[in-house]
């Protein structure tokens, strides 16, 4: 079991750099993740890392998020410069489990729809304002 709980969310302006941070409580060894939603909308997959340290990144947030992970805090990270008030969105950590066999490379993990990710926090809110 591996819980889950996000923090750093806030209001800031376009332009500007934010911090999510994702404690989790039970080390995940697999792929982990970030994901987004907003009201109405589809969650989104946003950066990936997997055990061996490599990542993916949708998109969209390509040169602007950077994701990380520091295995002696059990902590995932999401760096986000330049945001743009199309980033505004709820924003969930997301973990894969032991019994999840699609979860030990990114390539793959990155390609998962949500639905099949196993443990989530309970979600950090950014908001962007132009």
């Known amino acids: 079991q591996v819980h889950l709980e996000e923090s750093g969310g806030d209001s800031v302006q376009a332009g500007g750099s934010l911090r999510l941070s994702c404690v989790a409580s039970?080390?995940?060894?697999?792929?982990m993740g970030w994901f987004r939603q907003a009201p109405g909308k589809e969650r989104e997959g946003v950066a990936f890392i997997d055990s061996a340290g490599s990542t993916r990144y949708a998109d969209s947030v390509k040169g602007r998020f950077t994701i990380s992970k520091d295995n002696a805090k059990n902590t995932l990270y999401l760096q986000m410069n330049s945001l743009k008030p199309e980033d505004t969105d709820m924003y969930y950590c997301?973990?894969?489990?032991?019994?999840?066999?699609?979860?030990?490379?990114?390539?793959?993990?990155?390609?998962?729809?949500?639905?099949?990710?196993?443990?989530w926090g309970q979600g950090t809110q950014v908001t962007v304002s132009s």
């Open positions: 997301a973990a894969a489990g032991q019994l999840d066999l699609w979860a030990r490379k990114v390539d793959v993990c990155a390609n998962v729809n949500y639905a099949a990710w196993r443990y």
């Open positions: 039970g080390y995940s060894r697999y792929c």
